[in-house]
């Protein structure tokens, strides 16, 4: 296996429908997506645990999902001869009392999370004597990635606390297992997010102040350690070979409304722009990100990704029918509605007996007609989205449009089960000329809708997130059927 990383980031914070949730995955369903994973190149894979919302003591669900990520991590190391990283949140805890009334499966991140004082030692070794209960059975991994926030931070505190934070789980990690790398993950900044948490107001994180960071944490050396981006940094401080590169959101954005993304060179200049250590993409909706992923991957190769390497690909995931599901992806990001349907009717079309798994059949979770439906259902959205702009734009009658766009979101919704932030620019900019007053309320984005100040206001607009595509698929269905009202109360459903 090459030195350096190809990795994909599986994260998990989503309570959503199987296989589209990967919170919802079973170890052969881990074989076969991260097996095909293998197949096109990638060589890690980075899993968020979502350890930081498990209360004590750990409920049975909690036990046992538990147990599958240690198995699906043994799997991947000994059997896929693949690298394993998990990611963790600095200072994350949960309130155990109200955690503990859902299980993993349906848990929401932002209804049960507090955020530890990294200057309270007593809180701070709490945290982490409960993070090295749940680590134990997971210790098979290669290293141990926490970030700088979103979320973590606190109000008030400082670079020294974040490092302090860093070197608590270095002695963890060493106690579990020596040799297990600790990576910081360069994100927003741990100041700029705990600035964040104090004002409610997001900005980046200043470059001396990453600078800082990296002086303090080099001058600890908690071997083995690395670094995630910040390359430029990094190399002013000698450091530069330490670096990962997370070229985050290239393939698919988060949180988002589960589409396929195609198209455009995002996602194959990012990977195609490694650092030292290698390379990491990420996604949500795994099973809906496939053109995506593999542009990722012939990126971080060096390798082409024309229109015939994805018919290729394609070929590989539905053997028949590879320029059928080619064109569906082309036509999900156009203009026009008439293409999007018929790729949607010549994908209907194919008989269910005619549809069998290819050499990539993994990454089609075991049902090529549930991916093939699902890329129907995906058509018929934008389709009807492209009606609804139309008609909204050019002050024609929006009635029929509205109604049919209004049915396929929420037929698409009901399929896939993601409930949490959706932002679609252009309809939402369309939808504005609805003059609805419960549409206008539910499309604006929660962080604008919070109350309260400083960290009461982010954490409010946390929890609304969790619910936003549920909100903003009633208040269209509101609007439709002329019972109109003004947004729900506080807390969104």
Not at 20 to 43: E, F, H, P, S
Not at 276 to 290: F, I, W
Not at 345 to 370: M, Q, T, V, Y
Not at 434 to 453: C, E, F, K, R, Y
Request: proline share 5%; glycine share 10%; charged share 20%.
């Amino acid at each position: 296996m090459s030195d350096k990383m190809i990795g994909m980031y599986v994260h998990q914070h989503w309570p959503y429908n199987y296989p589209y949730a990967a919170r919802t995955w079973q170890v052969d369903d881990w074989r076969g997506y991260a097996g095909c994973l293998r197949k096109i190149g990638y060589n890690a894979v980075l899993i968020w645990p979502l350890l930081e919302m498990m209360p004590d003591p750990l409920p049975p669900s909690d036990k046992c999902y538990l147990e599958n990520m240690s198995r699906v991590i043994a799997m991947l190391k000994h059997e896929l001869d693949m690298k394993v990283f998990i990611a963790l949140c600095p200072n994350v805890w949960a309130v155990s009392e109200v955690a503990a009334r859902s299980s993993i499966w349906d848990r929401n991140f932002f209804y049960s999370d507090i955020r530890i004082n990294p200057g309270d030692r007593n809180a701070l070794d709490t945290m982490i004597r409960w993070r090295e209960k749940l680590l134990e059975p997971l210790k098979l991994v290669d290293g141990v990635t926490i970030i700088d926030s979103d979320p973590g931070g606190y109000a008030g505190s400082t670079n020294q606390e974040y490092v302090n934070l860093l070197l608590e789980h270095r002695r963890m990690l060493d106690r579990i297992r020596p040799g297990i790398e600790l990576v910081y993950w360069m994100h927003a900044g741990w100041q700029a997010y705990s600035r964040f948490y104090e004002t409610g107001s997001f900005e980046f994180g200043l470059e001396d102040e990453f600078i800082d960071t990296l002086q303090r944490l080099s001058q600890a050396d908690p071997k083995p350690w690395a670094i995630a981006n910040g390359f430029a940094f990094a190399e002013k401080l000698g450091l530069g070979d330490r670096v990962y590169g997370y070229n985050y959101g290239a393939i698919e954005g988060e949180p988002s409304f589960p589409m396929t993304n195609f198209g455009g060179d995002l996602a194959y200049n990012a990977g195609a722009m490694a650092m030292p250590r290698g390379v990491l993409g990420n996604a949500q909706t795994h099973c809906a990100q496939l053109p995506n992923t593999f542009a990722f991957v012939r990126g971080a190769l060096g390798k082409p990704v024309s229109n015939d390497d994805y018919l290729e690909f394609a070929e590989g995931l539905a053997p028949g029918h590879g320029a059928k599901i080619v064109r569906g992806w082309q036509t999900l990001t156009g203009t026009d509605a008439k293409p999007a349907r018929a790729a949607r009717e010549e994908l209907n079309n194919i008989p269910c007996g005619a549809l069998k798994e290819g050499d990539l059949g993994g990454l089609l979770f075991g049902s090529p007609a549930r991916f093939v439906n699902d890329l129907c259902m995906m058509l018929d959205m934008c389709g009807s989205c492209i009606d609804l702009c139309n008609a909204l734009n050019n002050g024609a009658g929006h009635r029929a449009a509205l109604r049919e766009f209004v049915t396929a979101a929420d037929m698409w919704q009901a399929k896939h089960g993601y409930r949490n932030r959706w932002n679609w620019p252009d309809l939402f900019e369309a939808l504005k000329k609805l003059n609805s007053p419960g549409v206008n309320h539910a499309i604006t984005m929660p962080l604008d809708q919070a109350i309260g100040t400083s960290f009461a206001k982010v954490k409010e607009a946390y929890y609304m997130e969790e619910n936003h595509t549920l909100q903003v698929l009633q208040s269209l269905k509101r609007a439709l059927i002329g019972k109109e009202r003004l947004g729900p109360q506080r807390g969104w459903l």
